[in-house]
C-alpha cells in the first residue's frame, strides 16, 4: 500500500479528464449538455446545481484546463468584495498580457453571497473579462440574483449513484492507496458516503491511515464499525436498521401519534439520513393516509420540502418536524389510495376497452360525421350541474364503485355528496 499520505487521497484521485468524471453522465456523457459545452470552443458562465461531493469543482477545474484558462476560486463562505476585487485584477493581467489568456472565476457555495455581493460580477461577465461558475447546494432559483442567474446556464448535478461510488473504492485500491476491503465493509462504505464521494474519500483516507498503523492487509465490516465508531454504526442506509426506522416513523403517523413519530424522525436525522428523503417520505404518507380526509396535509408536506431546498440544514428541518406533527394529527383516510390500486387492477383485468363515441372529442367534420361526441350530455346545462344518469365507462362494462370514502375529515361530507350524485345516477338510469 502507498504510504504517501501528504496529497490527500481527493486530490489524487481527482480527474484530469473528462473521461476519468465517474458520476454525472447526464451532462458529461458523448452528446450531453456539459460534454457539447467543453467541445465547443467557447467557455460560458454557468451554475452547477447539485448537493455536496457530487464534482461541482472537479467541473470547473476541467473547465479551465479544456480552455486553457487561469482557474480562480473564491469561496463565498470565507470571501467578500475584497477578493472580488482581486479575482477582476487578475482577469486582467492575465487578458493583458504577453500570451493573452482566458480566465474562469469559480465561486464556491455561490448562493453565501449577498446580492451586492452577487451584482458585482455582472459587469465582468458582461463585458467578456472572465468566464463565472457557481456552485451551489441551493436551488439557484431561489439563491442566485435572476440578472446573474439570467447571464449563466444551469446544469443540475446529480447525487452519485451506488456503482459510481464502488468505482471510486475501487480507483482508490488500483493506486493502493487503501488495503482490500471485504465486500460487507463496501457495502456500508457505500451507503454511509450516500452519493457524496468527498465522504467516502475522507472515509477512506481514515481508514488507510488506521489500517497502516494496525499493520492490516485487509479491511472487514467488524474492523470498520471498531475504528468508525458510532457514525458508521448510527447510520446503516440500505440496511434493516435504516428501514425499520423509516418504516416506524410512517406507522407513527398513520397511528396519531405525533410524540411517537417526532422521536423517529429525529432519529432519522441523527442517524444521518438525507432530510430531502424524509421529505420525500412525508409527501408519501401525505397522500397515502390522509388524502382527502385532509387535503392541506399534502400541500403543507409540499411546502416543507420546498422549505426545506430555500434554508437547508438545520434550519430546514424545522419545517419537516411541522410537517410531522400536522399529518400525524390528521384524520386519517387511505380511500383513494385503495380507489387507485383498485382501478390499475380493473385495467389490467379489462384491458382497453373502446372509448363510447358519446364521450369522444370531435374537433373535425369528418368526427362528427362519424358519431362522436353525439349525445353527450353537457353537464353544466343540466339541473345541479349534473347530468343524472350518463354513462362514462366503456359500451358494456358494468360501472365500479371504485372510491369509498371514509368517515372522518373532510370525506364525511365527501361520502355524503357521493352518495347522493350515485342515488341520483340509480335514479334516472
Same mark, same amino acid.
Given at each position: 500500500?502507498?504510504?504517501?499520505?501528504?496529497? %490527500?487521497?481527493?486530490?489524487?484521485?481527482?480527474?484530469?479528464?473528462?473521461?476519468?468524471?465517474?458520476?454525472?453522465?447526464?451532462?458529461?456523457?458523448?452528446?450531453?449538455?456539459?460534454?457539447?459545452?467543453?467541445?465547443?470552443?467557447?467557455?460560458?458562465?454557468?451554475?452547477?446545481?447539485? #448537493?455536496?461531493?457530487?464534482?461541482?469543482?472537479?467541473?470547473?477545474?476541467?473547465?479551465?484546463?479544456?480552455?486553457?484558462?487561469?482557474?480562480?476560486?473564491?469561496?463565498?463562505?470565507?470571501?467578500?468584495?475584497?477578493?472580488?476585487?482581486?479575482?477582476?485584477?487578475?482577469?486582467?493581467?492575465?487578458?493583458?498580457?504577453?500570451?493573452?489568456?482566458?480566465?474562469?472565476?469559480?465561486?464556491?457555495?455561490?448562493?453565501?453571497?449577498?446580492?451586492?455581493?452577487?451584482?458585482?460580477?455582472?459587469?465582468?461577465?458582461?463585458?467578456?473579462?472572465?468566464?463565472?461558475?457557481?456552485?451551489?447546494?441551493?436551488? #439557484?432559483?431561489?439563491?442566485?440574483?435572476?440578472?446573474?442567474?439570467?447571464?449563466?446556464?444551469?446544469?443540475?448535478?446529480?447525487?452519485?449513484?451506488?456503482?459510481?461510488?464502488?468505482?471510486?473504492?475501487?480507483?482508490?485500491?488500483?493506486?493502493?492507496?487503501? &488495503?482490500? =476491503?471485504?465486500?460487507?465493509? =463496501?457495502?456500508?462504505?457505500?451507503?454511509?458516503?450516500?452519493?457524496?464521494?468527498?465522504?467516502?474519500?475522507?472515509?477512506?483516507?481514515?481508514?488507510?491511515?488506521?489500517?497502516?498503523?494496525?499493520?492490516?492487509?485487509? =479491511?472487514?465490516?467488524?474492523?470498520?464499525?471498531?475504528?468508525?465508531?458510532?457514525?458508521?454504526?448510527?447510520?446503516?442506509?440500505?440496511?434493516?436498521?435504516?428501514?425499520?426506522?423509516?418504516?416506524?416513523?410512517?406507522?407513527?403517523?398513520?397511528?396519531?401519534?405525533?410524540?411517537?413519530?417526532?422521536?423517529?424522525?429525529?432519529?432519522?436525522?441523527?442517524?444521518?439520513?438525507? %432530510?430531502?428523503?424524509?421529505?420525500?417520505?412525508?409527501?408519501?404518507?401525505?397522500?397515502?393516509?390522509?388524502?382527502?380526509?385532509?387535503?392541506?396535509?399534502?400541500?403543507?408536506?409540499?411546502?416543507?420540502?420546498?422549505?426545506?431546498?430555500?434554508?437547508?440544514? &438545520?434550519?430546514?428541518?424545522?419545517?419537516?418536524?411541522?410537517?410531522?406533527?400536522?399529518?400525524?394529527?390528521? #384524520?386519517?383516510?387511505?380511500?383513494?389510495?385503495?380507489?387507485?390500486?383498485?382501478?390499475?387492477?380493473?385495467?389490467?383485468?379489462?384491458?382497453?376497452?373502446?372509448? %363510447?363515441?358519446?364521450?369522444?372529442?370531435? #374537433?373535425?367534420?369528418?368526427?362528427?360525421?362519424?358519431?362522436?361526441?353525439?349525445?353527450?350530455?353537457?353537464?353544466?346545462?343540466?339541473?345541479?350541474?349534473?347530468?343524472?344518469?350518463?354513462?362514462?365507462?366503456?359500451?358494456?362494462?358494468?360501472?365500479?364503485?371504485?372510491?369509498?370514502?371514509?368517515?372522518?375529515?373532510?370525506?364525511?361530507?365527501?361520502?355524503?355528496?357521493?352518495?347522493?350524485?350515485?342515488?341520483?345516477?340509480?335514479?334516472?338510469?
Amino acid at each position: 500500500m502507498n504510504t504517501a499520505t501528504h496529497v %490527500p487521497l481527493a486530490e489524487r484521485l481527482r480527474p484530469r479528464t473528462l473521461g476519468e468524471v465517474i458520476g454525472q453522465q447526464h451532462l458529461l456523457g458523448e452528446g450531453m449538455a456539459l460534454r457539447l459545452a467543453f467541445e465547443s470552443g467557447q467557455p460560458h458562465s454557468c451554475i452547477l446545481w447539485g #448537493p455536496p461531493g457530487v464534482g461541482k469543482t472537479t467541473i470547473a477545474r476541467l473547465m479551465a484546463d479544456a480552455f486553457d484558462a487561469q482557474f480562480i476560486t473564491i469561496s463565498a463562505v470565507l470571501g467578500g468584495v475584497k477578493d472580488i476585487r482581486e479575482a477582476v485584477e487578475r482577469a486582467e493581467a492575465a487578458r493583458d498580457g504577453l500570451h493573452a489568456q482566458r480566465t474562469i472565476v469559480f465561486v464556491d457555495e455561490v448562493h453565501r453571497f449577498n446580492k451586492s455581493q452577487q451584482d458585482a460580477f455582472l459587469p465582468h461577465v458582461e463585458s467578456g473579462l472572465f468566464t463565472f461558475i457557481g456552485a451551489t447546494t441551493e436551488n #439557484p432559483s431561489f439563491e442566485v440574483n435572476s440578472a446573474l442567474l439570467s447571464r449563466a446556464a444551469v446544469y443540475v448535478l446529480q447525487s452519485l449513484t451506488d456503482d459510481d461510488l464502488r468505482a471510486i473504492v475501487a480507483k482508490a485500491q488500483a493506486i493502493q492507496a487503501v &488495503p482490500a =476491503i471485504d465486500e460487507a465493509a =463496501i457495502a456500508r462504505l457505500v451507503g454511509y458516503a450516500d452519493g457524496d464521494a468527498r465522504r467516502l474519500l475522507n472515509t477512506l483516507e481514515t481508514l488507510a491511515v488506521a489500517a497502516g498503523r494496525e499493520k492490516l492487509d485487509r =479491511i472487514d465490516d467488524a474492523w470498520l464499525l471498531r475504528v468508525l465508531g458510532e457514525r458508521m454504526r448510527r447510520y446503516d442506509k440500505g440496511g434493516d436498521q435504516f428501514y425499520d426506522t423509516i418504516s416506524a416513523l410512517h406507522k407513527s403517523v398513520r397511528g396519531s401519534d405525533p410524540d411517537a413519530a417526532l422521536y423517529w424522525f429525529v432519529r432519522m436525522l441523527d442517524g444521518g439520513a438525507d %432530510p430531502r428523503y424524509l421529505a420525500r417520505r412525508l409527501i408519501r404518507m401525505a397522500a397515502e393516509d390522509i388524502g382527502l380526509a385532509d387535503p392541506r396535509a399534502l400541500r403543507l408536506a409540499l411546502d416543507a420540502a420546498e422549505v426545506y431546498e430555500r434554508l437547508g440544514s &438545520p434550519e430546514g428541518e424545522l419545517a419537516l418536524a411541522e410537517c410531522v406533527v400536522f399529518l400525524a394529527m390528521a #384524520p386519517k383516510s387511505n380511500a383513494v389510495y385503495k380507489a387507485f390500486n383498485e382501478a390499475r387492477a380493473l385495467v389490467k383485468r379489462e384491458g382497453s376497452r373502446p372509448v %363510447p363515441l358519446h364521450l369522444r372529442n370531435a #374537433p373535425t367534420q369528418l368526427m362528427k360525421d362519424l358519431d362522436h361526441g353525439k349525445g353527450y350530455r353537457y353537464a353544466h346545462d343540466e339541473v345541479g350541474g349534473v347530468a343524472a344518469g350518463e354513462n362514462y365507462w366503456p359500451t358494456g362494462m358494468t360501472p365500479a364503485e371504485l372510491y369509498r370514502p371514509v368517515e372522518r375529515g373532510l370525506e364525511i361530507r365527501i361520502a355524503e355528496r357521493l352518495r347522493e350524485l350515485r342515488r341520483l345516477n340509480h335514479q334516472n338510469s
